[in-house]
């Protein structure tokens, strides 16, 4: 069993995360969902505290923590709000990560330094319109043509790509020249584009049914040019290695979809405190009390599945089948809860001003987000030998 007791360090960040959330999260983020805008000063705020730093060495401006105190930061952060918890799990395990595992020195310490400071943000151009599930289905191409890469394609449903502090998307492409490798698949590379740079174009932001305050665009790269030292790694292994950051995005999905079920519990344990029918609190009704008791009791086993799948991977041990279950029940944990909560609520359940309807709005991408259900069910399979 793994063991989920918090070190005092630990404890304090999870404390400190909680009431940033609590005091200064949790009073805006209605607004900032109704008005479907980015929340630029509560970004800010958690830049300030050094979230978007917590897992890189303090040589680039981290705060030399690891990948767990990230997963505890974005847990908290997703009990009041999912839409500021992808921002920060985007922008570090999606945005910056890739350039801290696989980046050159020169690339770590141009990119790192901003986007772990909080003040610049990355993003991860993998999916595209016809290339979802099956990523490596990309049809984005680079060619190489006097020391420069030309990308040209496009990319779908891309998080932290349009706001104002957009600093680089990474994007893979086909960079061979017949699109091929010598063993007949695909070479996908991953290529660092600046923003701006002419030719690139973040669309229009998408009207979503949740995450109404995350930043989300399609992407356009039209004759795209940019330096060949640009190339992320080695030639050939951008979609290998983006596999690997999607692994270990998965364990922050997980914590995230924790955050998001336990959210759901702490607003159900109050209202059915406080709300009475026919005489007395609804709490104290079994059927209410049930089912708060077995949404408590997702969002525990759901939050051990993650620390294992965390402690495995810091450990530098196999961990693509613990983070996938995480991933898959967390996931589910979330979906679930969201709904009960809403049936608690009864009507007020379905009125925006409360929070557990942002909730519901905001639980099912976490079913689809970083792998569909069904992918970490193939994941699962695949490693049990199926």
Not at 10 to 24: G, H
Not at 79 to 100: C, K, N, Q, W, Y
Not at 144 to 152: H, M
Not at 244 to 265: F, N, P, T
Request: aromatic share 8%; with cysteine.
């Amino acid at each position: 069993m793994p063991d989920t007791r918090l070190t005092e360090e630990q404890e304090s960040l999870r404390k400190t995360v909680e009431a940033f959330a609590r005091e200064v999260v949790a009073p805006v983020a209605a607004a900032y969902d109704e008005a479907r805008t980015f929340p630029y000063p509560v970004v800010a705020g958690m830049a300030e505290m050094g979230l978007f730093g917590l897992p890189f060495p303090e040589s680039y401006g981290g705060q030399g923590a690891d990948y767990f105190a990230l997963c505890l930061a974005i847990e908290e952060l997703a009990r009041v709000d999912s839409s500021v918890a992808i921002t920060l799990e985007a922008a570090v395990g999606l945005g910056a990560m890739p350039i801290h595992r696989f980046g050159s020195e020169a690339q770590k310490q141009q990119w790192l330094p901003l986007l772990a400071a909080g003040q610049a943000l990355g993003a991860f151009g993998l999916t595209e319109p016809g290339a979802g599930s099956d990523a490596g289905g990309t049809r984005t191409t680079a060619r190489l043509e006097d020391g420069q890469w030309v990308v040209n394609g496009s990319k779908a449903f891309i998080t932290n790509s349009g706001t104002d502090i957009t600093l680089l998307v990474t994007v893979t492409a086909v960079t061979a020249v017949t699109g091929r490798t010598a063993a007949g698949g695909k070479e996908i590379s991953s290529i660092l584009v600046p923003v701006p740079t002419p030719g690139f174009t973040a669309g229009p932001a998408y009207s979503k049914v949740g995450w109404h305050a995350s930043d989300t665009h399609p992407l356009t790269f039209d004759d795209v040019r940019v330096p060949e030292e640009n190339l992320l790694g080695e030639r050939g292994r951008g979609y290998a290695n983006f596999l690997q950051i999607l692994d270990e995005g998965r364990i922050a999905i997980s914590a995230l979809a924790v955050g998001l079920a336990q959210g759901c519990v702490d607003e159900s344990v109050k209202y059915a405190r406080e709300r009475e029918a026919f005489g007395r609190p609804i709490g104290q009704n079994q059927a209410i009390a049930f089912k708060i008791a077995e949404m408590e009791a997702r969002a525990y086993v759901a939050r051990t599945a993650y620390y294992d799948a965390a402690a495995k991977m810091l450990a530098g041990r196999s961990f693509k089948k613990e983070a996938a279950m995480a991933k898959l029940f967390a996931s589910d944990a979330a979906v679930t809860n969201a709904r009960e909560a809403t049936q608690i609520y009864g009507g007020y359940g379905f009125m925006n001003e409360y929070p557990v309807a942002r909730h519901w709005r905001d639980a099912k991408i976490l079913e689809i987000g970083e792998g569909t259900s069904e992918v970490q069910k193939i994941l699962i399979a695949r490693e049990l030998g199926l």
